[in-house]
């Protein structure tokens, strides 16, 4: 049965998906696409027609200029274009009010990150609970369909942790997410997504080990690992949205997430902060005028968007999975490695914003034919994750799954070793009050 589609937004992560569905579009039907700025979503449409990517051309394709925090212009949308998924890919700070204009509506609602509040960074955890689960009832009450962060890191990785428990291990101790991108896009910095939220989510590193939340320092705790494809590369200890999910719904002793950064990304990144530029809250200027200082930062760094023609290298996210499995100790790696090259060659993007489009739009895809279609709010992993793989599998993000020798320490450690090490880090450096962002040492992420 074919349901229609609303997509929200018009960055690099809407111009995937808006692919991706139209290339499905026989199962989704009409595909709007709805933003602030209208241009972006024709141009988005211009780019599906020129790589011919209108499966079924008497589907209608077309644009709507949106304010998606304005509830009510959200659900007088909805109405008109008769969609009964919105898949929301505006900035973070929206969910709260699409997810209102879709419960309203009684259609079904797919993002792909955690609501934030502009006013406040890294809240307490579990961050879920401050805003999208406070209407987990309202959804069961009108039977509307919610699935939370579909995206690759939180969503793939998700269904990845779901896929351990349920085929490779009778017992999880760790689960440990890895995100590393080793491409280059040939600019002198660049964030590969929303440099705003990219930077918001670095100010504090909230983790999950031996079953509580820690805070620890950002950048503060290095690890080195051989992935497939890209090779060995450093990651760093990182707070992320899938955590404060997975937390709740998989039992598991630790889960912790690492990004990889290069050491240039870190210094730049460093600097910015000890500044003041990366502050989310807005300062006075001599001449009266306000200023958010980490949206000056956001409009003088490139757009995304602009970063995928000449992108070269690959992406390799994942999750290390250790336990038990038939009473003998088990450990996996589940992994999917993008191409920007390739990402470039048939959608017009980059992979980043690859990796994390194409996940929503197969989440719809099991709307729409009722195997995801829960009727009430769930994280990723509280669906069945073989379907969802299997699509995946198909348009255009392949699982692998590596199997490793059981005794590979590379990401052992509990709350009391990471301690450690951060005590042994910050030893040898000396910290100013003049500086004191850099309380650790800045190793390679």
Excluded at 413 to 418: E, H, M, Q
Aim: glycine letters at 6%.
């Amino acid at each position: 049965m074919k349901k229609n589609v609303l997509i929200i937004g018009a960055g690099g992560v809407a111009h995937v998906a808006a692919h991706k569905a139209a290339m499905h579009n026989d199962l989704l039907g009409d595909i709007c696409i709805a933003s602030r700025t209208l241009s972006k979503c024709e141009q988005i449409i211009e780019s599906i027609e020129r790589k011919g990517h209108v499966k079924d051309p008497a589907r209608k394709l077309y644009a709507r200029q949106l304010d998606a925090l304005d509830i009510p212009s959200t659900v007088a949308l909805i109405k008109e274009t008769n969609s009964e998924i919105v898949i929301n890919l505006g900035s973070a700070f929206l969910n709260m009010s699409i997810l209102e204009a879709c419960i309203e509506t009684g259609v079904a609602y797919i993002d792909t990150a955690i609501h934030e509040d502009p006013d406040k960074v890294c809240e307490t955890p579990p961050w879920y609970a401050n805003y999208e689960w406070k209407r987990k009832d309202r959804c069961t009450e009108k039977g509307v369909t919610a699935i939370l962060g579909a995206g690759f890191d939180p969503g793939v990785v998700n269904a990845y942790c779901a896929l351990a428990a349920k085929r490779y291990f009778d017992k999880i101790e760790t689960i440990d997410i890895l995100d590393v991108n080793a491409g280059s896009h040939g600019k002198y910095f660049a964030t590969n997504f929303d440099p705003e939220i990219n930077f918001r989510e670095f100010v504090k590193v909230w983790t999950w080990i031996d079953r509580e939340w820690k805070e620890y320092p950002t950048h503060s705790v290095k690890r080195v690992y051989d992935f497939p494809v890209v090779g060995e590369c450093p990651v760093y200890l990182n707070g992320h949205d899938e955590l404060h999910s997975l937390s709740k719904n998989i039992d598991a002793d630790s889960i912790r997430f690492w990004m990889g950064f290069g050491d240039h990304y870190i210094n730049v990144f460093t600097v910015l902060r000890t500044l003041g530029f990366l502050d989310h809250l807005p300062v006075t200027l001599a001449t009266g005028q306000e200023v958010v200082p980490l949206k000056v930062v956001k409009a003088l760094l490139p757009d995304p968007m602009t970063l995928a023609p000449g992108y070269t290298g690959n992406t390799c996210i994942g999750n290390v999975v250790k336990g038990w499995k038939d009473g003998k100790r088990r450990e996996v790696f589940i992994y999917q490695v993008s191409d920007h090259k390739a990402a470039y060659e048939e959608v017009e993007s980059q992979g980043i914003s690859y990796t994390a489009g194409v996940p929503p739009v197969a989440a719809a895809m099991l709307v729409a034919d009722g195997t995801w279609d829960a009727k009430t709010m769930v994280n990723v992993e509280e669906l069945d994750p073989e379907p969802f793989i299997a699509i995946l599998d198909k348009i255009g993000l392949p699982t692998e799954v590596k199997e490793i020798e059981p005794g590979d320490a590379s990401f052992d450690g509990t709350v009391r070793d990471l301690e450690q090490e951060l005590a042994e880090s910050t030893a040898t450096v000396t910290v100013s009050a003049a500086n004191p962002m850099i309380a650790v040492a800045p190793k390679p992420r």
